[in-house]
């Protein structure tokens, strides 16, 4: 079975504070992508990233960045939390077998920033 | 740009009946749909999928359909369990290069179960 580890279910951290939230897959796959999660709003990509070191803006890409430096392991960090980044977030990695596109979700990390 | 939407946020069915959870696509030239169903507290997890080739395709007790002419999808679960209740989402794979597989999610049908 594919998993997908993230570092932390809930976090709370202040306004102005960096924030890192890392997702690690033991699947060796290349792909693998940044979602936040809102009411009403379904699921908005914010990053992702081809393989080791190379990495692609999504939807929403401001206020955050990324950090590929081996492959099992795709960070995202929030240079200075802001209240409106409180939200889900899920990291995803993608397996492309026989036509499929599925991708394959961890358990989320819900981040509350006061 | 592409973008999914679903026609209900919520939907309520009696336990034992069928549900039907509809969504909408605005891209013509899509080719490939996926469902996701995410229960409380835990990531989103892959029901089946379907290519543009295919009108309908079967799994385990779910079934989806595809309407290419008037651009919608549908899931139908049959025989409705309560371990069915959770947020349904299509997603549509997103067209053109260097997208890497990219998924893009409709907001979402939470699916009610009464006993």
């Known amino acids: 079975d594919v998993k997908v580890t993230q570092s932390s279910r809930y976090l709370v951290k202040r306004t102005g504070e960096k924030v890192f939230l890392e997702c690690v897959q033991d699947m060796d796959h290349e792909n693998m992508f940044w979602y936040r999660q809102d009411p009403g709003l379904g699921l908005r990509l914010i990053y992702f990233s081809y393989d080791v070191k190379m990495k692609e803006k999504g939807d929403i890409p401001e206020g955050y960045s990324v950090s590929r430096e081996k492959k099992e392991r795709f960070s995202l960090i929030l240079e200075s939390a802001s209240t409106n980044q409180t939200s889900m977030y899920l990291c995803a990695t993608r397996v492309f077998t026989g036509g499929s596109y599925e991708q394959y979700f961890g358990p989320g990390t819900r981040l509350t920033v006061t | 740009g592409e973008s999914v939407g679903l026609h209900l946020p919520t939907l309520s069915v009696q336990e034992g009946d069928n549900s039907i959870i509809n969504c909408a696509y605005s891209?013509?030239?899509?080719?490939?749909f996926i469902w996701y169903k995410q229960e409380s507290g835990k990531g989103p997890q892959f029901i089946i999928d379907i290519r543009s080739n295919m009108d309908k395709r079967q799994g385990q007790r779910v079934t989806v359909l595809l309407n290419k002419t008037v651009k919608h999808l549908s899931l139908q679960i049959a025989a409705t369990q309560p371990g069915d209740s959770a947020v349904y989402f299509c997603?549509?794979?997103?067209?053109?290069?260097?997208?890497?597989?990219?998924?893009?999610f409709g907001q979402g049908t939470e699916l009610s179960v009464k006993p």
């Open positions: 997603a549509e794979k997103a067209r053109g290069y260097n997208q890497g597989g990219k998924l893009i």
């Open positions: 891209n013509s030239a899509s080719d490939y």
